[in-house]
């Protein structure tokens, strides 16, 4: 693990750049892709997973990655963390200046970070035993990020997406 304070902010800064860099590009394939432009969507996909490695190199050498538990305890921690602090200020601002498709971002992942906070302490208890979680199928709203098990509901709770905007996981 990185401990001089200069190298550990540079690492920071580095992971948090290419981390954002590895979403960008993911969000331009994807958009390339629905535009037909495969082999375009392919680079971006493919420099998108570069970036991806970077910053687990990044992650790693700033001893963030800890045993299975550790991990859960801290997803949790974030997704709490999205909930009560995060999220709530961001739509409060959002609202306060009329940015509807800030507030809708916002409202959407606040609704979704509930779910996993509870899913990730709920995967907490089965490790605790020494267990994997159930094997049971995860589905996404593509639109909300709404999150739920085995089952997709006819409309999405949250944002009122039809079921075939599901992603399955």
Request: net charge negative; hydrophobic share 35%.
């Amino acid at each position: 693990m990185v401990k001089r304070e200069m190298t550990r902010k540079f690492l920071e800064d580095a992971f948090c750049g290419e981390s954002k860099a590895h979403m960008k590009y993911s969000i331009y394939a994807e958009d390339a892709e629905a535009q037909g432009k495969k082999n375009l969507a392919r680079l971006w996909r493919a420099i998108a997973y570069a970036e991806f490695v970077h910053a687990r190199n990044h992650f790693k050498a700033l001893g963030y990655l800890g045993a299975v538990d550790a991990n859960l305890e801290d997803s949790a921690a974030g997704e709490h963390f999205e909930i009560e602090e995060m999220y709530p200020v961001y739509k409060n601002a959002s609202e306060f200046q009329e940015e509807k498709e800030a507030i809708r971002s916002a409202h959407f992942a606040l609704e979704a970070e509930k779910i996993h906070e509870k899913m990730y302490n709920d995967a907490h208890e089965y490790l605790k035993n020494n267990d994997d979680l159930e094997d049971k199928k995860i589905f996404i709203c593509e639109i909300c990020g709404y999150t739920t098990f085995d089952t997709v509901p006819d409309k999405c709770p949250v944002c009122g997406a039809p079921a075939e905007k599901f992603k399955e996981f």
